[in-house]
């Protein structure tokens, strides 16, 4: 088994872990914190695959943004563990149902569907790439969404700022 195919594998091992940890995990605290194990892996992932720029996007916004906006949810919010589910067991058939049918198809998927195997992974960078075609040949779009978010940055702080009462 070569490197590559080992750290793959691990890696994948630690993201589906993760999620399942995400799923399962009675305590949202440590769901929350498991959802960083499985953003990182996907990342990884990307990384094995030579997508360098989407890796680091995954990284800013999901690990940096969206799961940090995850954690103050729930840190902020009051009594959030100390919820009550009274019935735990509804849906449980119903729903081993679904994921046995999702499963099965999943398998079929995967037994009839003829992979195409590359000959050899070229990693390139990507990144600058991107940057040359964000700076010549989409540079209006790409301004126009920063002034899109230069104005919602500017209405979000109107929003939430209190007003003075005189």
Known sequence: MELATAVFYLVAIVTVGSAAMVAFSRNIIYSAFSLLGTFAGVAGIYVLLGADFVAAVQLLIYVGGILVLILFAVMLTHRITDVQITNRAAGRIPGLVLVAVLLALLIQTIRETPWAK????????????????????????????SLVLLAALIGAVVLARKEIKE
């Open 118 to 145: 590359a000959k050899e992974i070229v990693y390139a960078p990507t990144s600058a790439k991107i940057g040359d075609m964000f700076l010549q040949e989409y540079l209006l779009p790409f301004e126009l969404a």
